[in-house]
Every structure is written in C-alpha cells, then in structure tokens.
C-alpha cells in the first residue's frame, strides 16, 4: 500500500518569500505530525493533529509557521517570510494516536537562499 | 540537559560485531521508539517499547523502566545497517515524541 507522500521532495526559496509544503498520510491514520531536521541536528517535533482535536501547535518555532490538515487528511505546512534558518529537512509522519508508531514520509529538503 | 540522550554519539564497526547503542531518558514515558535513519535520508520505525524486550531478525531493543534506559543491540552487524539509530519516547502526559541526537553507526566490510 501507499506510504506517506511529501511534496515538494526540495524546495529552493529567496528569503522573505513564502513556501507551502505537502504531506499526504496513509489513508485511515488519524494522527499527523510535522518535525523538522536541520542540518547535524536532530529531529523536532512541530505541530500534531489528531482526529478532529485542536492540534498541538507547541513545537512551530514562531509565528510564521502554521500548519492545516484539510478532512482528517492531507496537510500543508506553510511557512511565511522565510529566513535561511528556515533552511531544514521537514518530514511528516502518520499513525494511529501515539504511543503507537508512525510512519515517516520521505521529506522535504527547503533551502532559503 | 536533553531530555533524551544516546551514546555512542558515533560508533564504528567490522562486520560481524555486536553492536549495543544506549538511550537515556529523565521523563516518565508510556513508550519508547527507536528509529533508523537511512543515509538518504528517510526513517523507518524499528521497535515501540513500553517494557522489557522485542526482538525483530537480528535486532533486539530492551528497556528498564525504573532505571529509565534502554538499548538497541545488532547482532552479526553488516555494512548494510550502516545509518543513524535515533530513540524517542512518549512523555506520559505528552502527545509527542522527543527525539535523542542519534546514533551514527558505520559497519566496515
């Protein structure tokens, strides 16, 4: 079956301009996440939803990060008047409410020049 | 202090070693996950643990809970298990996971 699916796979910004990214999950999951990786860093959490709960926005680093899941499904993460900060690998991941595991999209790569 | 660390931070082995990468945690957790991450970048779950031992192929993972460690241990390693081993637990009263800095593990033929 289908795994998780991120578009853009890269995205290459000008700073200041604002970038949108995709995550499809597995289809019946009701858990979605979005972690950033920067570069030699580990993996922070930002943003959780779950069913139809308010999501857990406790992780997005400032106000220019937001984040919505359309029908329980497909989410796009959306980044505002990016800085070479920004400059990370985004992942997704699906699964049923945790403690339960998640499946990881492939990424995707933003670069802010 | 991370809330989650892991050592070795880097580990370099011949093939066939037993290789033990260890995990560390100062919260309260309702489970532990480890994760490999490959050089490409894309990230499989490995084992959820919430006590004592899994085993899958030639890997194994344990945890203690009331010393609030544990291990991920790789039994005749191969070049092929070369990659970042990152473990990351559930707080208790938490709905995320927070992640160790990862282990890199390089396997030498």
């Known amino acids: 079956g289908a795994g998780v699916s991120q578009s853009p796979s890269n995205k290459v910004t000008e700073k200041g301009k604002d970038v949108e990214l995709r995550c499809d999950p597995i289809s019946g999951h009701t858990a979605l996440y979005w972690y950033r990786q920067s570069l030699g860093q580990g993996l922070e959490f930002l943003i959780y939803?779950?069913?139809?709960?308010?999501?857990?926005k406790s992780g997005l680093p400032s106000d220019r990060f937001s984040a919505e899941r359309t029908g329980g499904s497909v989410s796009t993460l959306t980044i505002q008047r990016t800085q070479q900060e920004d400059s990370a690998v985004y992942l997704c991941?699906?699964?049923?409410?945790?403690?339960?595991?998640?499946?990881f999209g492939p990424g995707t790569r933003l670069t802010v020049l | 202090k991370n809330e989650v660390e892991q050592s070795p931070q880097n580990l370099t082995a011949q093939e066939g070693e037993f290789i033990t990468i260890n995990c560390s945690y100062s919260?309260?957790?309702?489970?532990l996950h480890w994760l490999q991450q490959h050089p490409g970048g894309g990230i499989v779950s490995l084992f959820m643990l919430s006590s004592g031992k899994k085993k899958h192929g030639r890997l194994i993972a344990t945890i203690n809970i009331q010393e609030k460690h544990s291990s991920l241990h790789i039994t005749a390693s191969h070049p092929r298990d070369s990659a970042v081993y990152i473990c990351?637990?559930?707080?208790?009263?938490?709905?995320?996971?927070?992640f160790g800095e990862g282990t890199q593990l390089t396997v030498n033929p």
């Open positions: 991941a699906s699964g049923l409410a945790l403690p339960n595991e998640q499946f």
């Open positions: 939803f779950q069913g139809n709960s308010a999501p857990d």
């Open positions: 919260v309260g957790i309702s489970a």
């Open positions: 990351a637990v559930v707080e208790t009263s938490g709905s995320r996971l927070t």
